[in-house]
Structures are given as structure tokens and as C-alpha cells.
């Protein structure tokens, strides 16, 4: 008894492939941005001063700012996504119970559209409601599973942990180098690691890799041009 109990624990605490995915995605970005927010203002201050130990502390400082902003903002979001999750749910609930038959029709009309014939799309609809009416409703409509909702808390740590990681190549690179190559080898790490975050984002949701990684550099590099500018108005 206790080991099927322990078994079926086990599965109800698994993730979904959605939530594995949401947390990846904010992983991704929060690296993406890591990387950007700290090389803007290790090339700013840099162009503006050639004292380590002052560009050192500045990029410092905006790695742990961006990374507690990504952190907070990603678990706002991810929380206001459960709210309504949360809340659809309900909703559905209520509609069981005061108008069961167009939910059943709406199921029956999801497997009618796959290709099932009328009758038996309803033969099937009739069982699965019957099973668990709630979860086949909120799972036809909305693509959720009861019970599996995206935890805030992973994403604003994964945030926090890949803002941190990302922003450490440009600062390690513009602080670390050695002076004759302090320039192009920060441009080169930031260049290879918004490449990867593009190959990774584009792999995540299966878009096209070598647009994801093109642009992804395209935009490090006018990041990198404009901070420069702003450096020289200092």
C-alpha cells in the first residue's frame, strides 16, 4: 500500500514537457539578456576610462542587477500565468456541473476535427468525459493538465542562475584579457555566446537555428556599437 502510494506520488510530482520547457525558455532569455546588458555597460564605462578595477565593479554590479530583474520579472509572469490557469480551471468546473452537454459536444468537436467521423468522436468524447470530465475539458481547450501548472519559482531561478552565467563571458572577457586583446576577444565572446543562445532559443521552439543565431548576433553587435557611442559622450 505505502509503495503504490509512494509510485503515485512520484508521478503526480513529475513535470510535463511544458514545464520543463517553460523553465528552459527562461533560462535561455535570461542568459540572452545576461550577456547583453552586461557587455552595454562594460563598453560604455570602458571607452570612458581605462581604470580595471572601476569597469570590473560596474559590470559587476549590472550582472547581479539584471539577473534579480530577470529573476523577478519572469516568476510575475509565470505566476500571473498560473492565476489563469488556475482560473480557467474553475470556470470549467462550473460549466460541468450547469452545462454538460456543450462540453461534451466541444470535445467530441476537438476529435471531429482530427480526422474522427461524428459518431464515434462522440463514443470517444462520452468515455473520457465520464472518466475524468474535468481533466478532458481543460485539457481540449486549453492544453493543461490538471494538477501540472508552471512553477514560478524555477523559472525565476533559472533566470536568476543563466542572467548570471551569461553576463559573466563579456565581464570575465572585458576585465580578465589582457589589454591588446581586450576589445576584439570581449566582441568575440559576446559574439559566440548570443550565437548559442539563438541556437539553443530556435532548438526550444523549433524555429529556424541559423535565422535565430544570425539575428541573435545582429543585435549583440548593434548592442555593443551603441553602448560604445554612449561611452564616447562621457
Same mark, same amino acid.
Given at each position: 500500500?505505502? !509503495?503504490?502510494?509512494?509510485? =503515485?506520488?512520484? !508521478?503526480?510530482?513529475?513535470? %510535463? &514537457?511544458?514545464?520543463?520547457? @517553460?523553465?528552459?525558455?527562461?533560462?535561455?532569455?535570461?542568459?540572452n539578456d545576461g550577456i547583453l546588458t552586461v557587455v552595454?555597460?562594460? *563598453?560604455? +564605462?570602458?571607452?570612458?576610462?581605462? @581604470?580595471?578595477?572601476?569597469?570590473?565593479?560596474?559590470?559587476?554590479? /549590472?550582472?547581479?542587477?539584471?539577473?534579480?530583474? &530577470?529573476?523577478?520579472?519572469?516568476?510575475? =509572469?509565470?505566476?500571473?500565468?498560473?492565476?489563469?490557469?488556475? $482560473? $480557467?480551471?474553475?470556470?470549467?468546473?462550473?460549466?460541468?456541473?450547469? @452545462?454538460?452537454?456543450?462540453?461534451?459536444? #466541444?470535445?467530441?468537436?476537438?476529435?471531429?476535427?482530427?480526422?474522427?467521423?461524428q459518431e464515434t468522436a462522440k463514443k470517444i468524447a462520452?468515455?473520457?468525459?465520464? !472518466?475524468?470530465?474535468?481533466?478532458?475539458? +481543460?485539457?481540449?481547450?486549453?492544453?493543461?493538465?490538471?494538477?501540472?501548472?508552471?512553477?514560478?519559482? /524555477?523559472?525565476?531561478?533559472?533566470?536568476?542562475? =543563466?542572467?548570471?552565467?551569461?553576463?559573466?563571458?563579456?565581464?570575465?572577457?572585458?576585465? *580578465?584579457?589582457?589589454?591588446?586583446?581586450?576589445?576584439?576577444?570581449?566582441?568575440?565572446?559576446? %559574439?559566440?555566446?548570443?550565437?548559442?543562445?539563438?541556437?539553443? =532559443?530556435?532548438?526550444?521552439?523549433?524555429?529556424?537555428?541559423?535565422?535565430?543565431?544570425?539575428? @541573435?548576433?545582429? #543585435?549583440?553587435?548593434?548592442?555593443?556599437?551603441?553602448?560604445?557611442? +554612449?561611452?564616447?559622450m562621457l
Amino acid at each position: 500500500m505505502m !509503495k503504490t502510494m509512494t509510485i =503515485s506520488k512520484s !508521478k503526480k510530482q513529475k513535470k %510535463t &514537457m511544458a514545464e520543463r520547457s @517553460n523553465t528552459l525558455r527562461a533560462g535561455v532569455l535570461g542568459s540572452n539578456d545576461g550577456i547583453l546588458t552586461v557587455v552595454g555597460v562594460l *563598453f560604455s +564605462v570602458a571607452v570612458a576610462t581605462t @581604470n580595471q578595477f572601476t569597469i570590473f565593479i560596474a559590470g559587476l554590479s /549590472d550582472l547581479l542587477a539584471c539577473a534579480f530583474s &530577470m529573476a523577478s520579472g519572469e516568476y510575475a =509572469s509565470v505566476s500571473s500565468q498560473k492565476d489563469t490557469e488556475r $482560473a $480557467a480551471i474553475e470556470k470549467e468546473r462550473e460549466l460541468i456541473k450547469t @452545462n454538460y452537454q456543450d462540453e461534451l459536444a #466541444v470535445v467530441a468537436d476537438y476529435y471531429v476535427e482530427r480526422g474522427v467521423t461524428q459518431e464515434t468522436a462522440k463514443k470517444i468524447a462520452t468515455e473520457l468525459m465520464n !472518466k475524468d470530465a474535468l481533466g478532458t475539458v +481543460v485539457r481540449v481547450k486549453y492544453d493543461l493538465q490538471l494538477g501540472h501548472y508552471m512553477n514560478p519559482w /524555477d523559472a525565476a531561478f533559472s533566470s536568476l542562475v =543563466s542572467a548570471a552565467s551569461g553576463g559573466i563571458f563579456p565581464l570575465v572577457a572585458m576585465t *580578465f584579457l589582457p589589454a591588446s586583446i581586450q576589445w576584439p576577444g570581449t566582441i568575440l565572446a559576446v %559574439t559566440l555566446s548570443v550565437a548559442l543562445t539563438g541556437y539553443l =532559443s530556435a532548438k526550444l521552439g523549433d524555429g529556424l537555428v541559423k535565422t535565430a543565431m544570425i539575428r @541573435n548576433i545582429i #543585435v549583440g553587435l548593434i548592442t555593443m556599437a551603441i553602448h560604445y557611442s +554612449v561611452g564616447l559622450m562621457l
